[in-house]
């Protein structure tokens, strides 16, 4: 039955992005566009579940379902001039049989045992890890089982983090919105989707820029190393972060590539989405909105032109402004992190510290040399980073790589020790599928012909 | 042959290597994992499942422990008694509340308690945690 909310928001999903691209969603790979309706199609359930929390105070599945369903026809009302001229986008496009070829089976197979694998993985823990029953799977079961979902905020422990954004536990929610059962199975299957997605989709999109070759063998050496399957299976928010990060670098490498505006729509909507996950993709999300912003506004290239910041403007406000309203005035403030930040743990002891910290967890066995291969691809051609093309997303991974070090350092809350054993390898998961991205990006960016 | 020997192919093997290293290193990690997949896992805070039925419909209830509950040495049993016992609200160190659970392997602790409160136990588990009720006002 939870089979039935999934394909809801993957129609959801891939109703918007039909809107936001228009013909342009025939420049992605047909799996990884199909991946990518999914994931956004979750994120907008989540938000619509959201607001019914907002409006009602509390779990109504008749309403959660009904709303969903009414955006869906919403949407599909909006969207009947682009699927009756089939020459914009035929609704065949969305499960394109017709180029369908004998070795796209052995793809299939490959994508089925790295399923397989990631399934017995996450069997060999099925209620996740610590922060799983302690912080999100906690707040769903709230979410699902109480009169007011304000407890979550006023009355839980403060090791419960109450100030997080709840993108994950309403995806869950609306999910169990199709459950008769305990909650049980849908937190994994989530997070599973979400940790297959992502490096399908990092796997399609490299696919396109010269099939089956090295940069689609990058995304596979990711895709396949123990300790990202590992980790994602975790059932933290760090595979949702992972996964919209990757999108939103997508959507602004496709802009730079097209000079077409309607990335911008789709990228504004992700960066809300991803906003909503956690407070590190607050982070990003704000990071990346000022970055390209400033990029579209002072580039000479821009044949867009200024008003392209309108288009990212509008559709990112869309989806920020329910995390404005959580954050202004539902959640509490951070207790953790800025009220922390104390200028004299600016010492060289804790750089130290990180440091060691950063280099064993980088070439720990654990991660299979993928770290040595993802910084052999960065270093390889980092001349290219500060090139036209590849300068956002530099300036991106500069700035938000600082703001992570000077959290670490600055931040005297909890021995650093401690948060960098438990921390530090989740912060690195939820970068490496966009790191890879990049280091790919840098090498073929000059490359005629080249999607990405 | 030129296009054999370049640079992009020789890339290329080294990553399919190294994807044959990854799956190599997926099977050994399933395979080390045959027994612990046959378990049966119990939902986080299963300990506590016996204090269910008590605590249907209060929506507070106290735990106290002597054990560290700081972030670095704690060892999550009252985070899995609030997430297994939810909604009820569980108030660390607070034993106002008609109910409370007392989280303790020390004897002089637990006597010390229910001498205080003159509580009486409800339920219990095998991992020193038991559910008391104190008597009404």
Known sequence: ?452 | MKKFLSLHSLLSLICLLLVANNIKYLFVFIMSRQKVLNEVYYEPGYQFHTFLPHLKGVEKAGYITDLSVNRESNDGAYLQAQYYLAPTILELEDINYPYFIIDSKNTDFIIRTIKETKARRLANNEYGQALMKRPAP
């Open chain 1, 1 to 452: 039955m939870i089979t039935i909310g999934y394909f809801l928001s993957f129609l959801l999903g891939r109703l918007t992005l039909d809107r936001c691209l228009k013909e342009n969603v025939r420049l992605l790979h047909p799996c990884a566009a199909a991946l990518l309706a999914l994931v956004s199609g979750l994120g907008l359930s989540a938000l619509l579940t959201f607001l019914t929390f907002v409006v009602l105070d509390s779990f109504h599945r008749p309403v959660i379902i009904l709303v969903n369903i009414s955006a869906i026809i919403i949407f599909l009302f909006f969207n009947r001039n682009l699927y009756i001229q089939k020459t914009i986008i035929p609704i065949t496009d969305w499960l394109p049989w017709t180029k369908f070829r004998w070795f796209h089976f052995l793809y299939i197979l490959l994508g089925v045992f790295i399923v397989g694998v990631a399934y017995v993985i996450a069997l060999t823990h099925p209620y996740g890890e610590w922060d799983a029953w302690a912080i999100w799977n906690l707040k769903t079961r709230f979410l699902i089982v109480s009169d007011s979902w304000n407890l979550i905020f006023t009355d839980l422990h403060y090791h419960t983090h109450p100030d997080y954004p709840l993108l994950l536990p309403f995806i869950n929610t609306w999910i169990y919105c199709f459950s008769a059962d305990n909650l049980h199975p849908i937190p994994m299957v989530t997070n599973i989707i979400f940790v297959i997605g992502c490096g399908g989709f990092l796997c399609c999109t490299l696919y396109q820029i010269r099939k089956f070759s090295f940069p689609f063998l990058m995304g596979l050496i990711m895709f396949t190393t123990p300790s990202y399957l590992y980790l994602g299976t975790f059932q933290y928010a760090d595979s949702l972060i992972a996964f919209f990060l990757l999108i939103n670098l997508y959507f602004i490498t496709m802009f730079q590539k097209t000079k077409d505006a309607s990335w911008l729509n789709i990228l504004g909507l992700s960066l809300g989405l991803t906003a909503f996950v956690k407070n590190e993709g607050l982070l990003m999300a704000l990071i990346l909105m000022f970055v390209v912003s400033v990029y579209i506004l002072i580039d000479k290239n821009n044949r867009v032109g200024k008003s392209a910041v309108k288009h990212l403007l509008f559709t990112f406000l869309i989806t920020f402004i329910p995390v404005l309203i959580f954050k202004v005035f539902i959640a509490p403030p951070n207790d953790d992190i800025l009220p922390n930040i104390n200028t004299s743990n600016f010492t060289a002891e804790r750089f130290q510290i990180l440091y060691n910290a950063v280099i064993t967890e980088i070439f720990h066995e654990k991660w299979c040399y993928m770290w040595i291969v993802v910084l052999a691809l960065l270093i390889s051609r980092i001349w290219r980073a500060f090139n036209r093309e590849n300068i956002i997303l530099s300036i991106f991974f500069i700035i938000y790589s600082s703001a992570i070090v000077c959290i670490y350092v600055l931040n005297g809350k909890a021995d650093l020790s401690w948060w960098l054993e438990t921390s530090l390898s989740r912060i690195l998961f939820s970068l490496l599928p966009a790191l890879v991205f990049f280091g790919v990006h840098l090498h073929y960016s000059k490359q005629r012909g080249a999607h990405v």
